[in-house]
């Protein structure tokens, strides 16, 4: 059911993707040749082409792009698929394409196709494609909270992944995913979880797929009772239905788990590090560093200004030096404006900083909720203690804490801290829900791209420096 509507969907998502491709070259030759608003805006030369002088050039253009976007996993569903992937993903597909066509221009010596042109189409071309698939993705989600295109699922025994996977389905309507029950030899009939009922035993599962059309079938055993699996998966392949295995450990592995293939075993890493990776390491290195430098001469005359106003404020010194935990979970001294008086060392370990904390100064208010007191960090990023982006660093006392108090909290040391991440931009800053903080640094650790950098960044530049947890 499900499987005859992607199929006929992707077919029409093609065609509609050649359209808006051919589409935007006929726009790009109009703005470039014909709109009498731009007139004098492109050099204009003796000759040029007609459009349909262009259309061989097309008839390899089409093509090229539409193999690029099946490359790229343009086509795959999208119900559950992460919007900012897939902007990125046309993204990269698009500068393939126009990197295509320049060497296709070069290699066949085609003549009179002008760059402006190129570069209009390519700007053209990635705008309303990604106009296209936002307007579909809301179409389709609209739709499925209707009720409509909906996926028929089951869930095959009852766990704290079953749980999950109930939880996460029924906070996304727009996933269009539609639960009829749960198969389970330890509930009966009137157990329910948020209003998803136990619907038979685990003996019923057979009989039940050869009389209904569901799409999916969810595996979501218990620890123990995984010797069941082999004759569950055999059944679920033999009526034909798409299988899926949610793990009851899924909260020890990552969500994006790394395999190997052991002379023909299948070995599941337990946890997956991009930035172990040397080249990745590497290439987020040149970017903290290059960052860092820029950021240092952009905010100098803002740090100057600050330094000065902090030795105004209270006796003391201007930088406050502390130590914190850093990668492979090693001491380093951060630096920040100093905000408060003068203290022991005694008394500053006695914990966070609280509202309306009689130790923190009027300048040092300001600086604080307006995260200007982290600046002198970048000279920390330049060092190599930390980064631009990553997990936010945490005192010595702390980290000893919370290593026993929460499960997978010392992950976060196996790569470098940063002056924001993941977390931050998501609202975790200050005095909020530590275990929350590490869920999303574990995210960020277990999904690192250089794009997943660059998006945090402007993430923090448009939600803005202002931290209303910061006291």
Known sequence: MIKENQKYFNRFHILLDAIVIYASFCLSYYIRFKCPFLKGVFPQSGYYRKLWQYQTLLAAIVPIYLMLYAIFNLYKPKRFRDRYAEIANIF?????????????????????????LL??????????????????????????????????????????????????VKANPQWGYKIHGIFDDNMGPDFNYKNIYCIGKLDDLEKFLAN???????????????????????????????T???????????????????????????????????????????????????????????????????????????????????????????????SMGVQSASKEKEGWTTQGDSRVTPVGKVIRSTSLDELPQLFNV????????????????????????????????????????????????GDTSIEGRIDHDLFYIENWTLGFDIKILFMTVYKGFINENAY
């Open 212 to 242: 209904t059309d569901m799409d999916e079938v969810a595996i979501t055993l218990s620890l123990k009772e995984y010797y069941k699996l082999g004759d569950i998966v055999s059944i679920c392949e033999k009526s034909g239905v798409h």
């Open 382 to 429: 330049l060092k190599g203690d930390m980064s631009l982006i990553g997990p936010r660093p945490e005192r010595p006392q702390f980290v000893e804490k919370f290593r026993e108090e929460i499960p997978r909290y010392m992950i976060k040391h196996q790569v470098r801290p940063g002056m924001t991440g993941w977390a931050q931009v998501n609202g975790y800053r």
């Open 92 to 116: 990269k597909a698009n500068t393939v394409g126009i990197i295509c066509v320049l060497m296709i221009i070069f290699f066949f010596r085609i003549e009179h196709v002008p760059r402006s």
């Open 244 to 338: 899926k295995f949610v793990p009851d450990y899924y909260k020890f592995i990552t969500t994006n788990p790394v395999t190997e293939d052991l002379n023909g075993l299948p070995v599941v890493n337990i946890r997956n590090v991009p930035l172990t990776n040397t080249t990745n390491r590497v290439i987020k290195r040149l970017m903290d560093i290059i960052g860092s430098i820029l950021c240092i001469i952009i905010f100098s005359p803002i740090m100057a200004v600050v330094a000065i106003l902090v030795k105004r404020s209270s006796p003391g010194p201007i930088l406050f030096v502390q130590e914190r935990i850093g990668l492979h979970n090693k001491p380093f001294k951060m630096y920040k404006f100093r």
């Open 119 to 168: 570069l209009l189409f390519y700007v053209l071309s990635t705008a309303l494609s990604l106009i296209e698939r936002t307007i579909i993705r809301n179409i389709l989600e609209k739709a499925r909270q209707r009720g409509n295109n909906l996926k028929h699922i089951i869930i095959i025994g009852f766990s704290t992944a079953a749980e999950a996977y109930i939880d996460r």
